[in-house]
């Protein structure tokens, strides 16, 4: 989709974004975060990069319990509203700073961050190869990236019933909550044409990043990429 109208959608629905996240997905989009962090802390790292950081749900995770900075960035203006207002709430202003960027054309100096996360979010690019080499330029040597998304479980049984939870039930949800229904039809589209496992580590190696691999979650209906720099 083109990012302008990825934009819109997300700018419609950013007020009813978090709550309905925590309902769609039972809470446990609140582990597979925490998954992440975890991940993320044993590399270290300082200065962190958030892709798509929306309401800053991950910046957030990413900076509890360390001293790390964040710099959260999202083509939408509205959810970045609503994530510097949970920021503030949460006196994590010296921590985080949320940004408007687009992760195709990063205005960051190359070698910049000592990793890059990123949570739902690389689904939505227009130009999933671009960012992804957008990202490896402004990742230190040897830095490392963690990729957060939705995939299809491999269990023929449990593949059939995700998809009539994410084809049928969570667009009618969606709707009724946010008053869109067009974007939670978007995101069962989004993920189910989404390159997953290995053709996503093969896409991560070719923008440049070495060790990849990827970490089923919850039966595999989401997965952790990382990669170094």
């Keep these: 989709m083109e990012k302008e109208k990825v934009a819109e959608m997300f700018d419609s629905i950013a007020p009813k974004y978090d709550f309905l996240n925590r309902l769609l997905s039972f809470g446990i989009d609140r582990r597979w975060r925490r998954r992440l962090r975890k991940m993320l802390d044993a590399e270290q790292p300082s200065v962190v990069l958030d892709i798509a950081t929306g309401t800053g749900d991950l910046a957030i995770e990413c900076v509890r319990k360390s001293e790390k900075t964040v710099t959260g960035i999202d083509i939408s203006e509205k959810m970045l509203a609503e994530g510097r207002r949970k920021i ?4 994590l202003d ?13 205005d960051f100096k190359s070698d910049t961050f000592d990793a ?3 949570g739902f979010g690389v689904r939505n690019l227009e130009n999933l190869e671009k960012g992804l080499k957008e990202i490896h330029r402004v990742t230190k040597p040897a830095g490392k990236v963690f990729i957060l998304d939705f995939a299809l479980p491999r269990h023929p049984l449990l593949c059939r ?17 946010s008053g869109n229904g067009a974007a939670y039809k978007y995101l069962p589209a989004s993920v189910e044409q989404f390159p997953q496992y290995e053709q996503m580590t093969a896409l991560l190696s070719a923008a440049g990043f070495s060790k990849t691999q ?16």
């Design 214 to 229: 990827y970490k089923p979650l919850t039966f595999g209906i989401a997965a952790i990429y990382s990669g170094e720099a």
């Design 94 to 106: 010296k921590q985080i700073n949320l940004l408007y960027g687009d992760c195709e054309n990063l």
């Design 161 to 177: 019933i995700y998809k009539f939870y994410f084809f049928c039930i969570l667009p009618v949800a969606g709707k009724i909550v």
């Design 116 to 118: 890059v996360v990123v």
């Design 88 to 91: 503030a709430a949460k006196q």
